[in-house]
């Protein structure tokens, strides 16, 4: 069984707090006020979370996982949209996105009796595929965005010259794309190797066998992988026709300061 | 037969004000002015790549928003301000516009190169390794690639020297009169203008202020700006 952490023990964590606080406060870099607030909040979300997986974890299945994975889908798209101030439907894309992407890798862990529909073990898994997704697509979004305003000149040459908006905007989705996939497909060559993955790490801890977690990690490591290479594709194949009207003109995007 | 090409009734955008004129097949107009005139946000009008916000503009008989946009730009050809080369080889370059419409053919190449004075060793080239005067040149064939009826040219020279200049300016004409090309030209060198163009339009904060023959402009300026321009 799982080694118990005293919740005494658990406050000597603010010595590790307080050095980046310090470096702060010496360096005179102006977080101060934002290391502490998200140490905090960090932590207060972290033990509000655990009580309500705690509650939804007793739950039937059937109810406990669409209103857990409904919650965090929900909450990462609003929190994904940010990145993309200043374009149209962007809430609604990523959402269908992270819905969709979801659906798709639970359905596939059933299927192949990966894990079984219980809320312990899909809720974890799924947070992780959607928590990494939502990055992502936020990350997609803003690589976007500044590529457009990049290559301004270079997209008015090629309209210019008779392309379609989808093949002017060729270059930028391809280099879009790279930009978000390098580094997971970097992340991925060096697993295990270098860190041993969160999930994995936190499973021996809590005292399963190292080969089974490794299993597991296998299983989550991988569908990340492949849904943040989804979410990348889909974000940028969907959001790039915002930058052009019907008579394949660029219209200018309003300058949202990205939070 | 009409002979008109375009025709503009009281255009406005945000850059430019009721703007007015009409263009004949094969004339070569010269637009200069001030920087910031307008010049620029004039001719995105004329392929498209800007709609005004009030008034209408005629392509040929029709108004110009009745035109395949595709088509339409591949007819009138803009080489614009800065080159704005793709990624890639010299070769991809000129190739682009031909074929996003199926018409390219290999002994294009050559053919454009010739066109533009540049030796057919570049053509393997990456574009990052040309000079900016090449570079400039390769943006012009790039546009001649698609074989345009009219030719909208935003400073084509600015970067080269005088020798290349002038190699291009004989292309210009060349292609002016044995094609019988509609330019509208921008520049900033007046003696080009005077080389190059019929017709001149003076500009100035977004508003058409002459449009005279070349010749008169220099020797009966009608308005003050212009002579103010002119003696800068
Ligand atoms: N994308 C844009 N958005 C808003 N304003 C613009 C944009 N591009 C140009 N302008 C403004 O429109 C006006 C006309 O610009 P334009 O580029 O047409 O001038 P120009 O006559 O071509 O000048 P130059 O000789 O410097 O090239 C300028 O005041 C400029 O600041
Ligand atoms: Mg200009």
Known sequence: ?259 | MNNEVFVFSGVSTPQLSNIEFKINKGEKVVLFGPSGAGKSSLLFLFNRLKDPTEGRIHYRDKPITDYHVASLRKQVGLVMQSHHLFPGTVYDNLQYGPSLFESWDEGQASELLEMVALPQTILHKNVNQLSGGEKQRISFARTLANRPDVLLLDEPTSALDERTTEEIEDLLKMLGKEKNLTMIMVTHDLSQAKRLGDRGMFMSEGKLLVDQPVEEIFTSPENETLKNFLNR
């Not at chain 1, 439907?89 to 798709?104: C, D, K, M, N, R």
């Open chain 1, 1 to 259: 069984m799982a080694p118990d952490i005293s919740n005494y023990s658990l406050l000597f964590l603010i010595i590790f707090v307080l050095i980046p606080l310090s470096l702060s406060y010496r360096y005179q870099l102006g977080m101060n006020k934002d290391i502490v607030w998200s140490t905090i909040r960090g932590t207060a979300q972290l033990f509000f979370i655990g009580y309500l997986l705690n509650v939804l974890f007793d739950l039937r299945a059937i109810i406990g996982v669409p209103i857990m994975v409904g919650a965090m889908i929900l909450i990462a798209s609003l929190h994904a949209r940010n990145k993309g101030q200043g374009l149209p439907y962007v809430f609604p894309a990523i959402l269908i996105g992270l819905l969709l992407i979801e659906a798709s890798v639970l359905a596939l862990w059933l299927i192949f009796d990966m894990i079984s529909f219980k809320p312990s073990e899909v809720i974890p898994m799924s947070g992780m595929v959607i928590g990494n997704s939502m990055v992502a697509m936020g990350l997609a979004l803003e690589r976007i965005k500044s590529e457009f305003k990049e290559n301004n000149g270079r997209l008015l040459a090629a309209l210019s010259l008779g392309a379609s908006p989808r093949q002017a905007a060729q270059i930028i989705i391809q280099k879009t794309l790279r930009a978000s996939l390098i580094p997971n497909v970097d992340g991925l060559k060096t697993i295990g190797l270098v860190q041993l993955p969160g999930m994995m790490t936190g499973m021996i801890l809590g005292g399963i066998e190292p080969v089974m977690a490794i299993k597991y990690q296998l299983i989550i490591s991988i569908s990340i992988f492949s849904s943040v290479s989804l979410s990348a594709i889909f974000i940028t194949l969907v959001v790039y026709r915002f930058f052009f009207n019907k008579q394949a003109q660029l219209v200018p995007i309003k300058e949202g300061q990205s939070q």
